[in-house]
Every structure is written in structure tokens, then in C-alpha cells.
């Protein structure tokens, strides 16, 4: 099947073969040229594209294999969603040990870019609880691999963007939950420096923390917004289910971005001052809490045909308060920017992969309209106070870093080469490697 490839930001656009894997105990089909693993296409850039070449699609590779439940051990094929094991385990009183802002990534997916959450100043990425998992290599070769048995394969693919075989299945630990209910706080924070000290003081007693922050504000107010903190409910405080969450959907792509120097000043003004009080707590299900944008569909389209572009870096401590500033500054001062800025403290814990994104320090992650030169100008200028101040920008979320950055970030990167599958490549692979 050809097909434009699309990934979460529309933007590269490309043209692959597309050949979806039904059954996880047969070989990969031959192909001319180079392949590369598709899970449920929600990283915003071109990791999950190969321009030219051949994609094969893992969501068809969607059965549950085995599940304890007295244990919240879950063997399942790697094209399982995220959303499908939620359906499957949190009635029986199991939850995912991690999980990113929404649910329809698939477990390859989630393995192969070590996706982290709110939580990973406890739990860490994904890859912590991966248990094992069968690596397809395009030779016929398959691997069992785990933190014990060919632990190197399992450092290499845990957060190997798919380029060191196909995951066909795989084991993982889920955790136990009481209800599918949190108890959430938001707390209004007036700059950036407000939401150190929140972070500082949360990360103890709050499982799973967040900001969301007003990329417009100046000044004084730089860094302005709402600090989310949460932790599961002790137990259920009420029985019904929750109605399924989509309600709304961008039915079709404007021609312009809808995203521009206006409409952000107006909505990020009016979403921080819509929280009147300092503090407000609520008790909430599960998916508006982890998943607030699940509810609108095709919400990407929103920023028109030319799509948009993610920056998502991350700044380690000593430098963190300093250079974050810097990037907003630069933000702000650019007009460009978007409704959502995250600003979120990562934990110490070291990532299980080799190249693995998530490391100890502040994240920050917001979206722009693609305007071409503009953006790119601005991502560059973005990319020189993230390398200067020693960090790095997040493979999953990116279509523009140069091999030079690349190679800066991913200290990894020279061992990694080793078990890169000779039969496989991505767009942003051959962009980045060099
Ligand atoms: C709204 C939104 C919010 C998000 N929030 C977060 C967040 O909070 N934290 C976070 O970390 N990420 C976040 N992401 C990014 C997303 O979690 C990752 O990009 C995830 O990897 C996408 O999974 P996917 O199944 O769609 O995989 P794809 O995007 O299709 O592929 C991602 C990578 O996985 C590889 N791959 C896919 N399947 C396999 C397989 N079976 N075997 C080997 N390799 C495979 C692909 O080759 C590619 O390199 C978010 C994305 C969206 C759209």
C-alpha cells in the first residue's frame, strides 16, 4: 500500500510503502530498500517516517497474549494501544506504571521512544517496567531480551527510535490502583521561579506533577501558569462509568493556522486568569486528568495545512532555572508559541536505553506552527541555549535538530550504532546520524 506518511505534526511529509504485520510468529516480507517499524503514528516529527522506503505497521499486531491479575503482569503483541490495556486492566484494579499525554501510542511505540509521564520524578520511562520483549531482526533473527538476558539489545531498542529491530510482543509491570479516580490540585504560580519552589515541594507527596505555563507573558510574569499535582484516589468515590471522553473534533484542516500571535495572547490570558482561586482541588477520572487532549480528534489540524513542529528539551538542574528562562524569553519575544507549554521536573533515576531522552532535570515542551524559515530560525536559536546549557531535545517531537545537536544530546549514540539493523532506517535517521 503507498501511502503519504503523516506523522502527529504533518510535517515532513513523505511517501512510504506501508505493509501491516498480522501475525507475530511469521518473518518480516521482503521488501526492496529500507524498512522501518510504525506504531499508531503519534510522534509529531519524522522519527516514525522513512521517506522512499517502507513502513511496517505493528497495529495489526494487536492481541493480548496473558494477564495476571494478581500480579498486574501483562504480556501483549507490541501494535496493543495504550487506551486497550486501560480498558482491559483498570476494572480489575490495575493502571500503566507511565504514561504520555495520550493513549493511543502503542507499546512498541511507547518502548522504542522510552515515552515518559507526570510521573517521572517516581516511576522513571516506560522502559522501567518493561519486564521482556522479542526483537524481529529483518535477518529472521529473533532475540528474547530483557535487563538480564541480552541486556545490551534491550539498552539499544528500549528508546532506539525502532531502528534496531521489530518488538513483537512484550512484558510489562503494571501498577495497582485503587479506582480510576485522582485527587488533583492546581495551584496558580505568578513566574518561573514560583515553579521551582511548587515542583520542589511536590515531588515528594504528589505521584504525578505538571505545569502548564503562558509562553506569552512577560516580564515579571514569565513563566506564569498552573501547577497540576495528583495522586490515584484511596478508593472510589463514585461507581459510574465514565462516559467515553470524545466529544469534540476538528472535522476538517483550515486553510490557515488557527494558531497565531492573536489568538494566543487571547487564550493563554483567558486559561490562566479561568482559575480564580490559588489553589483548587478536585477529585477526577483518570482520562481528562492524563489525557486532555484525547477529547478533541484530529486536534493537529488546527495548525493548517503546513502542520506545526514540536520543541521538547529537557536542561539539567545546575543549569535548568537560568537557560529555561532564556527559552521562554526567546519564545515570547518571537511571537511564535502555542497553547501548550509544559513545564515538568524530571527524577534522577537514570533511563534504561542508550538513547533514551528522559535524564534528570526541568523539561519543556511546546508546539509551533510550521511558518518555514521563521520557525526553523527560531528552533536553531532554541537548539543553542539547549546545547550550551548541556541538554537535550527529544527525538519523538522532532523534525528539524541537526546531526551536530544530535550528536551532542546522545552521548550514547557511537555504541548505539552497533545494533542498528542493517535493513532498517527513519527520516530522521538519516537526518541525524551522519
Ligand atoms: C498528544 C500527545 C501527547 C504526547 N505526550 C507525550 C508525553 O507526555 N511523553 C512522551 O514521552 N511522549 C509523548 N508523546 C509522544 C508519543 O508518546 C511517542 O511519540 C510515542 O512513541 C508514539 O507511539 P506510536 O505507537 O504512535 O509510535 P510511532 O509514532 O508510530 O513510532 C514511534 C517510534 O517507535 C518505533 N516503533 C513503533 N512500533 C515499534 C515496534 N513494534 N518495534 C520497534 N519500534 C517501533 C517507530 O519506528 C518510531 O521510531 C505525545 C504524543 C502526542 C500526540
Not at 37 to 43: V, Y
Request: charged share 20%; aromatic share 10%.
Amino acid at each position: 500500500m503507498k501511502g503519504a506518511g503523516r506523522s502527529w505534526g504533518r510535517y515532513p511529509r513523505t511517501r512510504e510503502n506501508v505493509i501491516p504485520l498480522i501475525d507475530r510468529h511469521r518473518d518480516l516480507p521482503e521488501i526492496e530498500g529500507l524498512g522501518l517499524p510504525l506504531g499508531n503514528a503519534r510522534s509529531y516529527g519524522d522519527s516514525c517516517l522513512n521517506d522512499g522506503g517502507t513502513l511496517f505497521s505493528t497495529r495489526t499486531l494487536d492481541r493480548f497474549i496473558a494477564f495476571d491479575p494478581l500480579t498486574g503482569v501483562l504480556t501483549c503483541e507490541a501494535g496493543v494501544l495504550l487506551s486497550e490495556i486501560l480498558d482491559l486492566a483498570v476494572p480489575q484494579g490495575w493502571f500503566l506504571p507511565v504514561t504520555p499525554g495520550t493513549r493511543f501510542v502503542t507499546v512498541g511505540g511507547a518502548i522504542a521512544n522510552d515515552v515518559h509521564g507526570k510521573n517521572h520524578h517516581r516511576a522513571g520511562t516506560f522502559g522501567h517496567h518493561v519486564i521482556a520483549f522479542e526483537l524481529l531482526r529483518t535477518s529472521g533473527t529473533r532475540l528474547h531480551c530483557s535487563p538480564e538476558k541480552n541486556s545490551e539489545w534491550f539498552r539499544a531498542t528500549v528508546g532506539g527510535l525502532g531502528l534496531t529491530g521489530i518488538v513483537v510482543w512484550a512484558t510489562i509491570q503494571l501498577r495497582r490502583i485503587r479506582s480510576p479516580w485522582m485527587s488533583a490540585e492546581s495551584h496558580k504560580f505568578g513566574n518561573l521561579g514560583e515553579f521551582f519552589t511548587l515542583s520542589k515541594d511536590s515531588d515528594q507527596a504528589y505521584e504525578y506533577t505538571v505545569a502548564w505555563i503562558d509562553c506569552v507573558a512577560r516580564g515579571a510574569s514569565l513563566g506564569r501558569g498552573l501547577f497540576s499535582r495528583a495522586n490515584h484516589a484511596p478508593a472510589c468515590p463514585d461507581t459510574r462509568p465514565y462516559p467515553s471522553q470524545r466529544s469534540l473534533a476538528m472535522p476538517l484542516t483550515p486553510p490557515l493556522s488557527l494558531v497565531n500571535r492573536l489568538s494566543l495572547k487571547v487564550f493563554n490570558t483567558l486559561y490562566y486568569h479561568r482559575q480564580r482561586r490559588q489553589v483548587s482541588h478536585a477529585t477526577m477520572h483518570y482520562q481528562p486528568f492524563f489525557y486532555p487532549l484525547d477529547s478533541i480528534t484530529h486536534w493537529n489540524r488546527m495548525y493548517g495545512p503546513k502542520g506545526f513542529l514540536q520543541y521538547q528539551c529537557v536542561i539539567p538542574p545546575e543549569a535548568a532555572e537560568d537557560a529555561i528562562r532564556e527559552l521562554i524569553e526567546t519564545i515570547s519575544g518571537s511571537g511564535l508559541g502555542s497553547f501548550l507549554a509544559v513545564l515538568k521536573q524530571f527524577g534522577e533515576r537514570p533511563s534504561p536505553g542508550m538513547l533514551s531522552f528522559a535524564r534528570p532535570g526541568t523539561t519543556l515542551a511546546l508546539d509551533f506552527p510550521n511558518q518555514g524559515t521563521t520557525t526553523f530560525t527560531l528552533l536553531d536559536r532554541l537548539d543553542a541555549i539547549t546545547a550550551s546549557a548541556h541538554g537535550a531535545v527529544y527525538p519523538a517531537k522532532d523534525a528539524h535538530m541537526s546531526a551536530a545537536h544530535f550528536h551532542c544530546y546522545f552521548p550514547g549514540l557511537d555504541s548505539f550504532r552497533a545494533f542498528v539493523d542493517p535493513g532498517l532506517s527513519s527520516s530522521l535517521w538519516r537526518r541525524v546520524a551522519g
